[in-house]
């Protein structure tokens, strides 16, 4: 079973950027796909972007030409870099990981979950 812990949440003025990071243990991290959600209070997490263990990225459009997701298995560890920050981009962001090989934008199809962290962006 996989434990995920996010970092690199914070406050930031509008354009600026973040980087938040996810390290996994327990599992196999390299057979993962793993995601980047967020919510926002009364609404439904959504989906940010994703990668799966072959490195195919998938961005929702909100993000897309701002944000950037990696991974690095050697570190166990998932990457959102997030450029250009707009204040509709404040949320907590959840990082997750599915044992499934296929790139799912349903929160509910993900197996494991962190803690989240939160990022503001102000105006």
């Known amino acids: 079973q996989a434990q995920l812990v996010e970092s690199g949440g914070g406050l930031v003025q509008a354009g600026g950027s973040l980087r938040l990071s996810c390290a996994a243990s327990g599992g196999t991290f390299s057979d993962y796909t793993m995601g980047w959600f967020r919510q926002v209070p009364g609404k439904e997490r959504e989906f940010v972007s994703g990668i799966k263990s072959s490195g195919f990225r998938s961005y929702a459009e909100s993000v897309k030409g701002r944000f950037t997701i990696s991974r690095d298995n050697a570190k166990n560890t998932v990457y959102l870099q997030m450029n250009a920050l707009k204040p509709e981009d404040t949320a907590v962001y959840y990082c997750?990981?599915?044992?499934?090989?296929?790139?799912?934008?349903?929160?509910?199809?993900?197996?494991?979950w962190g803690q989240g962290t939160q990022v503001t962006v102000s105006s």
């Open positions: 997750a990981a599915d044992r499934s090989t296929i790139l799912v934008l349903d929160a509910k199809l993900y197996d494991y």
